[in-house]
């Protein structure tokens, strides 16, 4: 069965209109906006939205919007929709070639990795459990390794 995956590319440097998808329609984030139509319209079976900017995932997590981090370098929207393509692609291989064993393994290293300087990056830890979430660990257990490597 097929289904459709909505993604809406969000970028705080546009040059027409710089800061645009957190700017207030209403006292409400154009992002927002965007989110809740694309909600409302009972199109997408999934719905994710693609940024390279910190401060559109700082907000996405506050209000536990899906988020994907993309890079700074695309041109066009549809760029920035084709490497969210490219990352779902790949976890959804991760997930239907590696054992949980080994998924388990992959997230202590990358943990290992966020706490190597003993200094821990809120955008790297939450950047941990997202991978946690899309590589389909619980985050009971993605916990449980971050206390016992940290």
Not at 18 to 38: F, Q, S, V
């Amino acid at each position: 069965m097929n289904q459709t995956l909505g993604v809406i590319p969000a970028r705080m440097s546009s040059s027409r209109f710089p800061n645009k998808p957190l700017e207030k329609i209403l006292g409400i984030p154009m992002l927002a906006h965007c989110y809740e139509r694309a909600l409302l319209s009972q199109v997408c079976d999934h719905l994710v939205v693609a940024t390279p900017d910190q401060e559109i995932i700082n907000w996405a997590n506050e209000y536990k919007v899906p988020v994907l981090l993309t890079s700074h370098d695309h041109e066009r929207a549809t760029e920035r929709v084709a490497e969210v393509i490219d990352i779902l692609e790949t976890v959804k291989k991760i997930n239907e070639t590696h054992s949980k064993d080994e998924k388990l393994e992959l997230l202590k290293t990358l943990w290992e990795l966020v706490a190597i300087d003993k200094i821990i990056n809120p955008y790297e830890e939450s950047l941990y459990f997202k991978i946690a979430d899309l590589i389909k660990i619980p985050r009971s257990i993605a916990n449980k390794i971050k206390y016992k490597n940290s």
